[in-house]
C-alpha cells in the first residue's frame, strides 16, 4: 500500500476505535499508539527525500545539511569514479559548515535539487571558504554532467564564474528537473565545504552587509596607517614602525582569508596564495612582538622577559622566511603553534608591565586578550573541533580592527607618557640649571686651564715630531754618507782580492771586508727599525719562486759553510708550493737574519733549513712555516723571552762574543707580523736551537705557476741509489726522489753501496754520490762503483762544494754526468737528474754555480754600458766591476753629460748605469730628460739601473716613478750587478 494511503488508514482506524464500544483506557492506548505510528512515518517519509526542494518562495537554504559528503584518502578520484561508488560510503554532513582539519584528503559533497516551478530557475551555490586550492562542481541530470566549473585559489581570477570574494557558481534548474550537485575540494589548507544555496536575488542582496563590514573594515586599517606613518615622520619613534609593520601583516591576512586580496590585490598571480596567510601571520607575529618590547619598554624594565620577546621574534623571523619555502599546510601549522604561546606570553608580559605600574599596558593587553580570543576560536575552527559560524568567519577582523584601535590608543598614551617625563626632566632640568650656573664660572676657569695645558702638550708633541723628522733625515743622509766611501772601501777590497797578494794580504783583505758587511748590516738595520717605528714599512706582493729564493739564499752562505766545516741542508715537505704571492725581498731579509744567527752561534754541526705548509689551508690561500735549524749552544728558557726585544740580545758576554746590536730578532718579528704571521723559538742548552716562523701568502697566480713548474715526469719509476755519509742528507735526498715517483734505494758509505749493487745485481738509472771533506778518498770509491757491471750505463751525479769540486778532466775519466754544488734546494736537485736524462750524450754538465763569481766571464759580448757618476772612487769600483764583466762602457761625471752624450753623440747604449746624487744634474732630471727625447724621437728605451746610497722605499719609489728601471743599492755587490745586467741585457 503506498504511503499516503496507509496513513488515511490508520486515521480511520482512530475513529473506529473510539466509536466502538471498548474500555476508555484500551481505546486511548491504541489511539495514541496508531497516532505516534503515523508521525513516525511521516518523518520516515520526509527522511528519505533528503533533496532540496525549489519553489516560488525560496530564498536561501544551507545545502550542507541535505548533503552527503565522502573523504579520499590518498587517491585522486574523478567523478566517473565517484558515480560508481556504493551508497554506503557517503555519510550525511548533518552540520551547516562541515570542516575536517588539515587533511591531504580529497573531499566529495553531493546533494539533489527538486526544482518544484513550472519554470526555470536560476539559482547561486555558495561555498563561502577562499582558501581552497581547487574546486570542482557538477551539475548531473540523469546521469549526465550540464553544467561544469573549475576554479580555487590556484586557479586565476578571472576564471571564476561570478566575481566574489570566495566561490560562487550559477546552478540553473530546468521547470520540473531533478538534479544532482557533486563538489570536488582539494586543497592544503584546512578542508572543509560549507554550501549555501540561494535565489540569485536574495544572494546578492545579503552580499551588501558584508561588503560594507569589509569595506569599512579596510577604510580604518587605511585610515590607521597613514595617520601613524605621519606620526612617525613627525615624531620618529620606532614603536611606529613596528606599529605599521603589524598592522600590515595583520591585514594582508585578513584579506588573504576573506578573499579581497586575491580578487583585487593579486588576480592574476594565483601563487600569491601559497604563503600570503603564513607569510602575512608571521609578519603580524615578528612586528607585534617587537612592538611590545619597545611599546612597554621591557628592555629596561624586565631584562629576561626582553631576552624571551627577541628570541620569539628571531623565530618569527625564521617562520617569515620558511613561509616563502615550505608548503602552506606546513607553514601555517609552525606560525599557528608559535604564535599562540606567543600571543600568551606577550600578554604575560602586559600583565607584568601592568603590576609594575605601566600607564600604557592596560590598552595592550586589552588588545591582546581580544585578538588571542579571536585567534583560539578560528584554531579550533580550522583544526574542525568547532563548527564554521559567520562570526567565527569575521571573529580575526574583527578582533584586528579593535586591536589596530587599541594599539594606537596605546601609542598616543606612550607619547603623552613621554612627554609627560620630558616636562618633568625639563622641570627639573631648570633646577639644575642654577647650580650649574653657579658651576660655570669655575668650570671656564678649569677650561682655560685645561686649554692652556693641552696647548703646551700640544706644543711638546710637535717638538717631539719635528725631533723624530729630523732623526729620520739624519739617518736618512747619514746612511747616505756612510754608504758612498764604504762604497769606496768595498768595492776596492773586491778588485784587490782579484791581484797577487800573499797570505797575510788577503787575510787583512777578508778582516775589512768582513768590518765593512758589519757595519753595512748595522746600518740597514738601523734604518729598517726607524722605519718599522714610523710604521713607513709596507710590503709589495708579488709572484715569488719559493724554491729560487731560498737557493740564494743558502747559497749566500755556502762560504761561510765552508769556513767554518759546517753542513748546510734545505728541504720542502711534501705538498709545499714552489710558487707564492709575497714580498720576496722581506721574506728574503727574514732569512737572512735567521740563518746569519745559525751560522754566527753554531761552531760544529749543521744548519737546516725546512719550509713547509699547512695542510688546513684554505683553497686560494697558503700558510707557509720555516724552520731554521741548528746544532749551536742553545738558548736557556729564562733568555728566550726577550729575543725579540730591540736592542736585547740573550746573555750580554754574546755582543762581547760574537758582536751585533741585537735589532735583526725584532725586525724580523716585525716583518713577519706584517706579513700575517708568527716567530717563534724552541731551544734546549746544549741541543741546539730552532727558530721558526709562518706567514700567510696566497698562491702564484696561473701564468707564473705555469712559467716554473717544475718538469720532472722523465723521472717517474726511475731508479736511482743515494749514497751519503750524513743521515739528514740522505733523508732529504730519499724525500725529493720520492716525491716525483722516483724509486730510490740509500746506502750511508760506498761499501753499503757495493753491497747492495752486488746482492741483487740491481740496474740504477742514477747514482747521487755526495763528496765528503772527511773523506779523502771518495774519488776512489766512485771509480770503484763506476767499474761494477750492473752501473756500467748508470749516470752518476756527484754532490759537492767548490772547494771539494775535481777538475773537468778528473771528472771525464771517472765518467761523471754531471755535478750539482751544495748547497740546493729540492727543485734544483730534481732538475738536475731530468736534465741528465736530456743530455746523456753530452760532456759531463756542471749543475749550479761551480764558477766563481769573481770569474772572467763573457756574459754580456758587444755590450755597451754609460756609467753616470762623479765619485772618483765609485767610478773606480765600478769599472773594476764591468771590466771583470768584459763590458764596454764609458763614464761620464753628472747627469747633464749624460744626457747630451745620449741626444747628440749617436753612440749605442745598451744599457745606462745612473747616480742618484749629482751636481749640475742629478740622476733623477737626467733620467726625465733622457725618456722625454725617446718618446720624442719614438726610440726604445733605454735599461736605466739607478745607483745609489739611498735605500729606503721611498727613494726606490722615486727612482721609478722618474722612469728608470731598476735599483742598486751602494755599496755595489758584483753578484748583485751581475743579476741585475743579466736581467736588462
Known sequence: MPLPHFTDHIAEKTKTLFSARLPLQVRVTASCALLILSVMLSFGSRASDNAIHINADFER????????????????????????????????????????????????????????????????????????????????????????????????????????????????????????????????????????????????????????????????????????????????????????????????????????????????????????????????????????????????????????????????????????????????????????????????????????????????????????????????????????????????????????????????????????????????????????????????????????????????????????????????????????????????????????????QRHFLSAITHSGASLLGIIDDILDYSNIVAGKLKLKTSNTDLQLLCQECITVFSSNRERQHLKLFCSFASGTPDCIQADPARLNQVLFNLLGNAFKFTQKGHVFLQVSCDNQSAADRVRLRFDVIDTGPGIPPKNQQKLFNAFSQADTSINREFGGTGLGLSICKKLVELMGGKIGVISVPGQGSRFWFSIDCQQADNDFLQQHKLQADDLKNKTVLLISETPIALQILSDQTSSVGMLAEVAHNTDNAIEIVKSDRKHFNFVVFDLDANNPASLDQIRSLKQLEPLRNTHFVILSTPVLLPDSVTLQTLGVDTVLQKPFAPKYFLQTLSQTLLNASRHPLYAGSAKSDHADTDEFPHCHILVVEDNVVNQMVISGLLKKLAVHFRIVENGASAVDYVTQSGATIDLILMDCEMPVMDGFAATSAIREYESKQKLSPIPIIALSAHVLPEHQEKAFAAGMNDHIAKPIDFAVLRRKLSRHL
Open 61 to 504: 537554504v544551507s545545502a550542507s545539511l541535505h548533503s552527503e559528503y565522502l573523504r579520499a584518502a590518498g587517491a585522486q578520484l574523478e567523478l566517473g569514479d565517484i558515480l560508481q561508488l556504493p551508497a554506503h560510503q557517503w555519510t550525511a554532513t548533518n552540520s551547516e559548515a562541515p570542516f575536517f582539519g588539515y587533511s591531504p584528503d580529497q573531499l566529495w559533497v553531493r546533494f539533489e535539487v527538486l526544482n518544484e516551478n513550472h519554470q526555470k530557475h536560476h539559482l547561486l551555490l555558495e561555498l563561502p571558504y577562499p582558501l581552497l586550492d581547487q574546486v570542482e562542481v557538477y551539475l548531473l541530470q540523469n546521469s549526465s554532467v550540464i553544467q561544469h566549473y573549475v576554479t580555487g585559489d590556484q586557479v586565476p581570477f578571472q576564471q571564476r564564474p561570478v566575481d566574489a570574494t570566495h566561490f560562487v557558481f550559477p546552478i540553473n534548474l530546468e521547470a520540473g528537473a531533478r538534479n544532482s550537485v557533486y563538489v570536488k575540494v582539494s586543497t592544503s589548507s584546512a578542508l572543509g565545504a560549507p554550501l549555501t544555496l540561494w535565489s540569485s536575488e536574495h544572494f546578492f542582496d545579503h552580499q551588501q552587509a558584508p561588503l560594507m563590514i569589509q569595506g569599512l573594515y579596510f577604510g580604518i586599517i587605511l585610515v590607521m596607517l597613514l595617520y601613524n606613518l605621519f606620526l612617525f615622520a613627525s615624531i620618529r619613534h620606532i614603536s611606529y614602525l613596528y606599529y605599521i609593520g603589524a598592522v600590515l601583516g595583520c591585514a594582508t591576512y585578513v584579506a588573504s582569508v576573506l578573499g579581497f586580496g586575491f580578487q583585487f590585490l593579486w588576480p592574476h598571480t594565483p601563487w600569491v596564495n601559497t604563503f600570503a596567510v603564513p607569510a602575512s601571520l608571521a609578519l603580524f607575529g615578528l612586528m607585534g612582538t617587537l612592538f611590545a618590547t619597545s611599546l612597554l619598554n621591557v628592555r629596561d624594565r624586565s631584562p629576561n622577559m626582553y631576552k624571551l620577546l627577541v628570541v620569539l621574534a628571531c623565530c618569527f623571523l625564521c617562520v617569515l622566511i620558511l613561509s616563502f619555502i615550505l608548503p602552506y599546510r606546513y607553514a601555517t601549522i609552525a606560525v599557528s603553534l608559535l604564535g599562540m604561546p606567543t600571543t600568551l606570553i606577550v600578554i604575560g608580559c602586559g600583565f607584568v608591565m601592568l603590576r609594575r605600574g605601566v600607564r600604557t599596558a592596560r590598552f595592550f593587553v586589552l588588545a591582546w586578550t581580544i585578538l588571542l580570543s579571536s585567534v583560539f576560536i578560528t584554531g579550533l575552527s580550522k583544526f574542525g573541533l568547532l563548527p564554521s559560524h559567520p562570526l567565527i568567519t569575521y571573529s580575526i577582523p574583527l578582533a584586528s580592527a579593535i586591536e589596530v584601535l587599541l594599539f594606537s590608543i596605546a601609542l598616543a598614551d606612550r607619547i603623552i607618557e613621554i612627554r609627560e617625563q620630558t616636562f618633568a626632566a625639563q622641570k627639573t632640568a631648570l633646577e639644575k640649571e642654577k647650580i650649574a650656573r653657579e658651576e660655570h664660572h669655575r668650570f671656564l676657569e678649569l677650561k682655560f686651564r685645561s686649554e692652556r695645558g693641552e696647548l703646551a702638550a700640544k706644543k711638546t708633541l710637535l717638538e717631539a715630531k719635528e725631533d723624530n723628522r729630523a732623526k729620520s733625515e739624519f739617518l736618512t743622509m747619514m746612511s747616505h754618507e756612510i754608504r758612498t766611501p764604504l762604497n769606496g772601501v768595498l768595492g776596492m777590497v773586491d778588485l784587490m782580492r782579484d791581484s797577487e797578494l800573499d797570505d797575510n
